[in-house]
């Protein structure tokens, strides 16, 4: 009895924070979907005064050594499986929290803000010098963030740490360099391949309330629930969760292609079936929060590539895309269709890259913010850096900063180690969606008849409903049976792309 | 040195305050505009929390008699004006807050939700008796609500003081008699005018989104500023403020009818104008809040009425409608226009009442709540007193129970003494409006020619910018020479309605 009460204790804690993030990302969506410009300077002190409540709750949650008794009743075998997983995910939000002193936070966080605003003018001006201050400042403070969190051999490693639990810089050079090693000869081999794709033919004017009427419909087909969803369109897409019942989701529209909106809804939505798939009585605790960043994008991943750029969904959704937009869809076959959808571009910008050439986006980042990191390249060498592998892994030559490597906000948020876990994320749903096949060997004969709720039931069961229960690595495991390799991206990509450019593979 | 120090310390725990009140505005918005349906068990938890928040806050504001303390040294003469304004106001909040108890608001808050529950099954089955018990109860803790709050003659007179601060039963009879003398006749006289006029041709099939862009064209021009506000659709439309710098409103849409959206549309933009007319320093106090209901209604009604159904404010808008919709509109002469808009039309309904008729809904339902909390009218005979007044005022027979008594949500919200305030905005608008022809006397000129500008800056010198520096009773002295009558107001219809409907005036 005493100890199912600390557990609902903490628990309890854990809701009444709840309230508070809920609050934030409500705030957090109507300042991207909705605010008035002017409301900015505003919203941000109201913001701030629910960081500080969260903050303070959380820093209280031992308040009385709750949570320090827990973890430390935990070799007594007292508590189950679920119980230790609450722990021990707690110990770690807890400590996250407690051990940055609140005047690095500060630091950090006002940084971000200079950082996020030079970083924009660099990129306007096309001139990394003007953002390369506020790149070393905050180079430094990461440095000193790992710190703080503590590390065994590279202070990447306690960076990496904060988005991918459990995923250490050995661990990923080792996984990513095999991506790569597989990547840039395929990468070459497509681009010799004799099968020429015009891509144009696909685009069209499409109104815009159409378009999202036809987004609503795709999402919905794949079982995102609406009335405990929303979609709304902002410039950059994403998926954010108020509670169980309040996942909602933006995409983005351009007038010339449909395709544009609906690849980012497919993908957004893969994020909103994992949240809306949780457990709501785990609401709050990190029973009832997904993995990690990386398993993140594996659902996101699945529904947007694996699933969502496959044949078989198409030959269940074009009809229905042809009907709606039959200029200039009517006129294009479905396997014409297909291929353009699946063309290979090597091109300067990870956002818009397809499925071959995306990861070597993130391997490049990857391995020069690891250096930024570790200390053996200065920040001023980065442009030149990030122009050499531009070359070698894509053979593209970049003809700017602005296109280089000012193209992405992530550094001048702080955001060091965060990149990798969109590679993770590929990799995981090229593993669970082989398991997936296996288990169910008619999957893709269901989606071309437009049945995609075994897929969804098979993720939402093996997946969604564990929270952090399981942590990443022990899910792989115990889903696909072997550890994360790279080995069913590589099958996965060779197998489709082999036909699409009708590679000879020796 | 020591005054300003106190002062200074309440306007930091009222801004304080205000970040949680804005945060309950934002929660409320999305839920009315966004929300998906499942998300509403949470949403109200949510709420709750906030609510606890800012209870908590507020009955704290004077834990160490920094409230009381200031109160008490206002005879010495130590404060200015401004400043006494800010300490008497705030005390009526505090009073407010504290002096119901906290199980008396709950009780009340839970009824509310249970008879809105009962209101609306009633309203369906149009059978009032369904409703009955609850609106007993709701009376009675509305009699407890004036017993907490005290009152010197009449219960009602602590309810309407709440809404309307320092409107008293009396002053309200006295004035609404006024309006009622002259409106029941002149009624009858607008009824018998041989004038008729066919309201049907402005029908026709008006796109939303392109209503949308006419909306917005409008609220701009009238100069809401959408760069600190935004335009919504709801049920119900409303003005929502959560800061200075974001005020938004919303409208609603029939496709068949542009003027329902507009008509909703610059009736918010009034109110907005006024939020957006306080001064941002001083946000979350007193000085930056609007004085009443009462005054806040005379902004909205200005601009939607004395305004918005003019001639001039069409000579300038009709050409572009004609063009935005040339169907049916370029077949209507501006002058049919013009009189369509203003059909007086005795209705069942207050909420599309014409400028003739609104105010008789109002006083009838005034006189009827009056009565209940003063208990010289037991509930179960409301409906037969209801039906007799339409009968009297109005000339019309309610058919049942739905198109009469039950056709409004207040009472089962427990909102007694909120109604009359409509009927005080009418007031105060037509004397503002008056005052405002004498300042800028070819304000009506410049309408025709698209420039708002001069009636908004008069309205935010005279009115907006003060907040809660004057009374209700003050600002009108203040702007308008006078005490609050319904002169204005009188003259105002016997002027415009003459013109349309051809009277005679002996």
Known sequence: MAKNKSIETLKNRLREIAYFTSISAILHWDQEVHM?????????????????????????????????????????????????????????????????????????????????HYWIEARKQSDFSLFLPCLEKTIALQKKTAEYLGYEKSPYDALLDIYEPGMTTEKALVILNDVKDFLVPFLAKIKKSKIKIDSKKL???????????????????????????????????????????????????????????????????GHALYEQGLIGNDFGTPLGQAISLGIHESQSRMWENNIGKSLEFWKYFYPKLQKAFPVPYKKVPLQEFYSIINKVTPSLIRTEADEVTYNLHIILRFEIEKELIEGTLLAKDAPKVWNEKMKKYFGVTVP????????????????????????????????????????????????????????REWLRKKIHVHGKRYTASELVLEVTGEPLSSKYFQDYLTEKYSKIYNLKNK
């Open 36 to 116: 008035p410009k002017k409301a900015i300077e505003y919203r941000a002190k109201t913001m701030a005064e629910i960081s500080a409540i969260i903050h303070q709750k959380f820093t209280a949650l031992d308040h009385d050594k709750l949570l320090t008794n827990l973890k430390n009743e935990i070799p007594e075998g007292k508590y189950s499986d679920e119980e230790e997983s609450l722990i021990l995910e707690c110990w770690r939000d807890y400590s996250l929290e407690t051990k940055l002193p609140e005047d690095h936070v500060r630091a950090v966080s006002e940084l971000s803000s200079k950082a996020h």
């Open 203 to 269: 685009f069209g004017k499409f109104p815009i309330d159409e378009q999202i009427v036809f987004n609503r419909f795709v999402a919905e087909k794949l079982g995102y629930d609406l009335d405990a969803g929303k979609i709304d369109a902002s410039t950059h897409p994403f998926t954010i969760t108020f509670h169980q019942t309040d996942v909602r989701i933006t995409t983005r529209y351009k007038t010339e292609d449909v395709l544009y909106s609906l690849g980012s809804t497919i993908h957004e939505t």
């Open 400 to 455: 700017n900063d602005r296109l280089g490597i000012l193209q992405d906000v992530h550094w001048s948020g702080g955001s060091f180690g965060y990149f990798p876990t969109y590679s993770f994320g590929n990799l995981y749903s090229a593993q669970f969606y082989a398991a997936m096949l296996k288990d169910i060997p008619d999957l893709t004969i269901r989606f071309a008849k437009g049945d995609f709720v075994a897929a």
